[in-house]
Nanobody, 113 residues
């Protein structure tokens, strides 16, 4: 059973930055793609960014140029660097291996002045 644990969320002012981390309990990056998803109150969960097993990345249009997904295979950790944060980025952010049941518990990101 793989466990995913997110960290790094918090309260930040508009224009600020945060880096989220997702630590996996096992070596899954060579097996699965990994994604960051977010869900704001009253809204559907949306895919923010994904990194494939081969290392290719893709982003939602709303975060392109501001967010960067990366991974450290040796540390079994996926990151989401978020720059130029906006109030509309406020949500609970989860990491997830698409096509599997592996989800983290989520970390709250609040962008507010």
């Amino acid at each position: 059973q793989v466990q995913l644990v997110e960290s790094g969320g918090g309260l930040v002012q508009p224009g600020g930055s945060l880096r989220l981390s997702c630590a996996a309990s096992g070596r899954i990056f060579s097996i699965y793609d990994m994604g960051w998803y977010r869900q704001a109150p009253g809204k559907q969960r949306e895919l923010v960014a994904v990194i494939t097993r081969g290392g290719s990345t893709n982003y939602a249009d709303s975060v392109k140029g501001r967010f960067t997904i990366s991974r450290d295979i040796a540390k079994n950790t996926v990151y989401l660097q978020m720059l130029s944060l906006k109030p509309e980025d406020t949500a609970v952010y989860h990491c997830h291996a698409p096509g599997t049941e592996y989800w983290g518990q989520g970390t709250q990101v609040t962008v507010s002045s």
